[in-house]
């Protein structure tokens, strides 16, 4: 009655890896504008928290998907305002963000905690296995993206912005626009991420149950050298590397617990250095720095 | 008389009467890990604390969820102590050595620690002896599963915990001897995502008789249920109401009794710091309702089991082998209450590793 170890570790890596896919597509959008968003995991919790409250709210969990999107969207454009509009630090603003989403998840949380839900309903559109819809759109959206980005001319004003936002505004774009719409979309991407996590896998709130996982897809957006493709493989890599231990564990492998758990975390480290090595880097030009221009 | 002084002699009176109308009032203060509606740890904290506010007149209990392992921890329960209280339910392993560094702090104030070791005139520690309790609970699970693969999804692997997990291996190989209990360690009391994550591996390695020691049993049953596999619950009995069909058996604390007794010390003045280790036997902890896939023949052998265990039985008496196959306890030989910390092997019949 048991399956298979490796269709067990596949299903398990891809349940686990979507949060982590979608949050680093977002992560990825904003970056190629030219802003670190460090907040990411504070979007992921506010997407969590308002996805699950609508849900348990109005029944639904697709609903649940929307809300969760347009609440990580809102979270992005305050970061966006505070950043594009006021010309703050975005690091720091970043990390404000990050408390902020605590605090704001917590808040929107509180009162559909232990409440139950019927999660997303896993379809089984293919032979591959029964997954719910975000694991189905999301391989798509990653290939939407790189369309988006690389194909089309938003994507290529886009790039420019992260570029340099002083040479695109003298071609007659206007960055600060386009830094509010890709962190529209990246929050909006990034809310999803973390309703995944509340609507699909543990179908619960509880307070930071992220558990870092928005800190992992920033270093993935870098393992991915802001491709939206490397980032599908590389939110693969992390999720199996987690859903492994587990697995592992359930084998009965002869290997210390305290050891398993570290290994997702070691394997970041190690790609980050290893990835780090070549002189060369693929980040956008003017990823972290603000763009005072007149607009 | 002017108006002046008849409201002068108004707010005297007023100051006045209020010591004649209470009678002995104790501020409690209370600090949960986690949030109450977890059909969990911090439910059954609540409810205990519930009962104790009932049961003495002119409590006040002070509340504070979600306080985190931390220094935090100490600047909330100093916020309780500055507000009044002398009595601190310091909940959560994790919150005692803030606890304790506030008793030295406030020799007045008497603290209880759930779940560790340390003591002092003002400050003493408490929980249920759940290790024994474990083996009814392995008696279900032995007699319901089909596949004889059961498993238990792990918070963090300290001593106690891996003695949850033995007791639940004798329980249900003394019935089903070919029965195997295959454990995944989380690393954490509290990571929903994980604990999903686990009862799916579990359950993909062919368990199916799903249980867990975590903060919340919620995530764990919930992914059993959907996942057509039978659960025992574990810390709250009301975890019982999110499996309607899965559901065996499960274990909740029932702290209500020692926190009453605690508060009605502390209220006499006669508290006496303690290391409370208290089991089926004398009320600590209570099994929950049976579920509807429980058989009568099955009910019938685990309340035998439960009374075997309140009578003084003790799972762990020799001869005992881990799952390596070394022996552990000899013939005649027995692990008392105190020894529950420091189990750092599995016995046979348990998958995993335990260090």
Redesign the interface.
């Known amino acids: ?3 298979p170890f490796a269709a ?1 570790v596949l299903s ?1 890596s891809v ?2 890896g979507t949060s982590l896919l979608y949050a680093t597509l977002g992560e990825l959008v904003g970056e190629r504008a030219g802003i670190v968003n460090l907040g990411l995991e504070g979007i992921m919790l506010i997407g969590a928290a308002a996805g699950f409250a609508a849900t348990s709210f109005a029944g639904n969990p697709y609903l649940g998907i929307a809300a969760a999107a347009l609440a990580g969207m809102a979270g992005n454009l305050l970061l966006g305002y505070v950043v594009i509009g006021r010309g703050a630090n975005q690091l720091a603003a970043g990390l404000a963000l990050l408390f902020f989403g605590f605090g704001a998840s ?1 808040l929107i949380g ?1 009162p559909f ?2 409440a ?1 839900v019927t ?1 997303l309903p896993r379809l089984a559109l293919s032979e591959l296995g029964a997954f719910d819809l975000l694991v189905w759109l999301a391989l798509p959206a990653a290939l939407l993206l790189w369309c988006l980005i690389f194909r089309t001319r938003w994507g290529l004003a886009l790039r420019a912005v992260g570029e340099d936002p002083a040479v695109a505004f003298a071609a007659g774009r206007r960055p600060g626009q386009l830094q509010y719409q890709a962190l529209a979309l990246g929050g909006l991407l990034g809310g999803i991420g973390g309703a995944h ?1 509340s609507l699909a ?4 709130w ?2 930071g ?3 870092g996982r928005g800190f992992i897809a920033i270093a993935l957006v870098i393992f991915a050298k802001w491709n939206p493709l490397w980032a599908v493989a590389g939110a693969l890599v992390f999720g199996a590397a ?2 492994l231990q ?2 592992l ?10 050891l ?2 570290m290994i997702p975390y070691l394997l970041t480290l190690t790609i980050l250095v290893f990835w780090g090595w070549s002189r060369r880097s693929a980040a956008p030009a003017a990823l972290g720095r603000n763009f005072f221009g007149v607009e | 008389m002017t108006r002046r002084r008849l409201l002068i002699l108004a707010g005297l009176l007023l100051f006045a009467a209020e010591p004649a109308r209470a009678e002995a009032t104790l501020t409690v203060g209370a600090i949960y890990v986690g949030s109450v509606n977890d059909y969990g740890y911090n439910r059954a904290m609540k409810d205990g604390l519930t009962a104790m506010k009932e049961a003495v007149p002119g409590i006040t209990l002070l509340e504070a969820e979600n306080v985190p392992e931390t220094a935090e921890a100490e600047r909330i329960m100093e916020g309780m102590i500055q507000q009044g209280a002398k009595l601190i339910f310091a909940t959560s392993f994790g919150h005692q050595q803030f606890a304790f560094n506030l008793a030295k702090k406030h020799p007045d104030v008497v603290f209880e620690h759930a779940g560790g070791w340390m003591q002092a005139a003002n400050f003493g520690n408490f929980f249920a002896a759940t290790q024994a309790a474990w083996y009814p609970m392995g008696v279900a699970a032995g007699k319901m599963t089909k596949s004889n693969t059961l498993g238990f999804v792990a918070g963090v692997p300290i001593g106690f915990i891996i003695g949850d997990v033995n007791a639940f291996a004798l329980g249900a190989r003394s019935v089903n001897p070919k029965a195997e209990v295959r454990v995944v360690v989380t690393g954490s009391w509290a990571d929903k995502a994980k604990e999903a994550e686990a009862a799916n591996a579990l359950i993909d390695q062919g368990a199916d008789v799903i249980t867990m020691h975590v903060d919340s049993p919620a995530t764990v049953i919930q992914v059993a249920e959907s996942r057509g596999v039978y659960s025992i619950g574990f810390q709250s009995i009301e975890a019982r109401a999110l499996a309607p069909k899965g559901w065996l058996t499960g274990l909740g604390f029932t702290w209500g009794p020692f926190m009453t007794a605690t508060a009605k010390s502390v209220i006499a003045g006669s508290f006496k710091p303690a290391m409370v280790r208290q089991g089926l036997g004398e009320g600590m902890l209570a099994v929950a309702p049976f579920g509807n896939a429980v058989p009568e023949e099955t009910r019938g052998l685990v309340l035998a089991a439960v009374d075997k265990i309140a009578k003084g039985y003790n799972p762990f008496t020799g001869p005992l082998s881990d799952n390596t196959g070394a022996v552990r306890l000899k013939e005649g030989e027995a692990l008392g209450n105190d020894k529950m910390g420091d189990f750092d092997w599995y016995v046979a019949g348990v998958i995993g590793k335990a260090k």
């Open positions: 009655m048991s399956t067990a398990s349940l686990s917590t509180r905690m232990g139950i999660g996590l896998l543990a179908m619960t509880d307070e149950m992220t558990a987690e859903a587990l697995q564990q359930a084998r009965g492998a002869d290997v210390s617990p305290f398993m758990t």
